[in-house]
């Protein structure tokens, strides 16, 4: 039976180089992180543009669902770790899910 | 592209034992070490970049590029010249060296470092294993193995190495856009340090005791840049170095540069060096 209430909850999305991804997966390991959905993307940023041409060149964008603290412990750790010298944006918005319980 | 290189190399080795091919394993390793060594204090002192990106840019050079490597050996067969078959084990074993000496020289050998995240990048890159894989593959299975797989991977390789090529080179196009701020002194780098590798290259061809084709296929492999397997490692253990000065010089200028005269440069100056030693 699927549950008919709507559950508010957050959606933690963060825009880098695919360089660092396994280095972030392990950093998700650690910090308890239940699921996680990587997609392909290409931009441009203050750090110059990453057009998806071949693997150097190339970024990702993750998203995380989780509660709150959860997303601020992640994002706060993702800061401290790789803002200084990778091109990454983090931000966090409000969505609704159907099983609280699955994040 | 990278498995039938492997797989080539693998079956000449499949002929060969291995301890006889060690000296040359054992000196392109130290060859390798030796072109990021000599690298890098050109670009911190006369190109007066940062530590960490002098670095950077010198494993770059230190290693090799497979692409290069693979029109070397396009080149090699139109022109009908030989040389020596197990040049690809040698090509994995010059991606190496580079990448260990680039982090050593920007870093120093400190705990910080985390080693298990660069071996698993720099061994388990996609490059590495194809290329290594093929290697084994063809060594295990030898020649009459893999007769029944040549169609796919050695009688296409030309076609497939042509699609890369126009791939590559769009892909070099649009470093070439970033060149304009980086300048001359980048420029000038990426065109005269692989001619100076090719020659430390043939260098050791003649130590080695390897015919013509092999000295401009090691010259060729000294010479070429990586653009896969180093900028992917080095963005991780050097993070501090920027990534664009590196890739516009290893693929906007020099794969550009070996692809189109480097290749048969280098050939021209085995060829000069080997008459200059035999007489």
Known sequence: MMEDKIHNIKVLTIITEASIESSLIDDFESLGVNGFTIIDARG????????????????????????????????????????????????ISDSQVFRLDKF | MLIA??????????????????????????????????????????????VGDAASIAAHYGSVSVGTFAVAV???????????????LLLVLLEIPAILVGIILAKGITKNTQWSIVFHEVFLGKGIVLLVGGLLIGWIAGPEGIASIEPLFFDLFKGVLAIF?????????????????????????????????????????IMLGMSVGGMGMLATLAASASYIAVPAAMRISIPEANPTLSLTASLGITFSFNVIFGIPIYLKIAELMHSTITG
């Open chain 2, 5 to 50: 290189i492997g797989l080539k190399g693998g079956v000449e080795l499949a002929k060969q034992s291995l301890v006889s091919l060690l000296p040359d394993m054992v000196a392109v390793i130290f060859m390798g070490s030796l072109l990021t060594l000599i690298a890098y204090p050109v670009l911190l002192y006369l190109g007066k970049f940062k």
């Open chain 2, 74 to 88: 396009a080149y090699y067969g139109t022109k009908n010249v030989f040389y020596e078959e197990h040049m690809p």
């Open chain 1, 44 to 91: 441009k940023g203050r750090r110059g543009s990453r057009m998806g041409g071949w693997e150097s060149n190339s970024n990702i964008r993750i998203e995380i669902i989780c509660d709150a603290d959860q997303a601020k412990k992640i994002s706060t750790f993702v800061k401290d770790k790789y803002f200084e010298n990778y091109a990454i944006v983090i931000y």
């Open chain 2, 165 to 205: 090529l126009l791939e590559m080179g769009l892909i070099a196009a649009m470093q070439v856009g970033s060149l304009k701020n980086h300048g001359v002194f980048l420029i000038a780098f990426g065109i005269l340090m692989p001619l100076f590798s090719a020659v430390i290259g043939c260098l050791f061809g």
